[in-house]
C-alpha cells in the first residue's frame, strides 16, 4: 500500500515561472491538506481540499498560489510568478475521513524542494 | 491564535544519554498535543499523541506527558540511540483538522 506520493522531490524554478506540485493521496483517502515549511520554521497549513472541493484555504496566500483536488489524478499546488519568498518545502498529508479528530489519520508525503532562483 | 514552542536546536548527544526536547504551547480550550519525527528526506511520521491533561503518550521508548498547569508537552527518551537522530516536531490540532507546528528540533545522536 504506497504512502502518500509527492512529485517533484525537487523542483528549481526562475522567478516569475510557474511551479506545480503534485500530491497523490493514499489509496482510500479522500481528503488532502497541503503545508509549507519555510526555512528555520515550522510547517504551516495551506489548504485543506477533498475532491473537487476546497473546503478551507485560510492559510493560502492571497495571490498567485491556487490548489485543486479534481475527481480523477493527484491534488496539484500551483504558484504563479515565483518570486525568491517561495522557496520552501510543501508537504502534503492525506486522511481517510473529516470527522472530529481526522488529524489522528493524517499520513504525511515526503515534501517537494521548491528552489527558486 | 494557538502557537507551539520549541526548544532550539541542534540538540547533540552521545548514544544512551537521556533526551528532553521541550515544548510549550499557547491554545484557547483543550487541544489535541503530537510529536512528529522526520528522517532525513521522508516524511513526517507521528511519534506519538495525547488528547487531554494528563494522558502520557509513548512510542518506540519516547514519551511526553500533556501538563495543562504549564501548557507542555515535553518529549523524553530515556537512552537515545544513533537511530533516533532525526527532526522532531511538536504540534497541537485544536479543532481536528488542522496542525499548528512547532519550528522543529534536530537530534544528532554520536556514537
Known amino acids: 500500500n504506497a504512502g502518500v506520493m509527492q512529485n517533484p522531490r525537487h523542483l528549481v524554478r526562475r522567478r516569475g515561472q510557474e511551479a506545480r506540485l503534485r500530491c497523490s493521496p493514499m489509496?482510500?483517502?479522500?481528503?488532502v491538506y497541503w503545508y509549507r515549511q519555510l526555512p528555520e520554521e515550522g510547517l504551516k497549513f495551506m489548504v485543506y481540499l477533498q475532491k473537487e472541493n476546497i473546503i478551507d484555504e485560510s492559510g493560502m496566500p492571497k495571490e498567485r498560489f491556487s490548489a485543486e483536488f479534481p475527481k480523477e489524478g493527484p491534488s496539484i499546488l500551483r504558484i504563479q510568478q515565483v518570486v525568491r519568498g517561495d522557496s520552501a518545502a510543501y508537504f502534503c498529508a492525506s486522511s481517510p475521513d473529516r470527522a472530529p479528530g481526522s488529524v489522528y489519520g493524517y499520513t504525511f508525503g515526503s515534501g517537494t524542494r521548491l528552489t527558486v532562483v | 491564535g494557538n502557537s507551539v514552542t520549541q526548544m532550539e536546536g541542534p540538540v547533540t548527544l552521545s548514544e544512551e544519554a537521556f533526551l528532553t526536547i521541550n515544548c510549550t504551547y499557547t491554545?484557547?480550550?483543550?487541544?489535541?498535543l503530537f510529536w512528529y519525527v522526520q528522517y532525513p528526506g521522508e516524511g513526517l511520521q507521528l511519534l506519538l499523541k495525547?488528547?487531554?491533561?494528563?494522558d502520557k503518550g509513548s512510542n518506540k521508548g519516547f514519551e511526553a506527558t500533556y501538563r495543562k498547569e504549564t501548557t507542555s508537552f515535553h518529549l523524553e527518551k530515556g537512552s537515545v540511540q544513533v537511530s533516533d537522530s532525526a527532526v522532531y516536531f511538536c504540534?497541537?490540532?485544536?479543532?481536528?483538522?488542522?496542525?499548528?507546528f512547532g519550528a522543529g528540533t534536530i537530534l544528532r545522536v554520536k556514537s
Open positions: 495525547a488528547t487531554k491533561a494528563d
Open positions: 489509496k482510500g483517502h479522500s481528503h
Open positions: 504540534a497541537l490540532s485544536q479543532y481536528g483538522n488542522k496542525l499548528v
Open positions: 491554545a484557547t480550550g483543550y487541544p489535541s
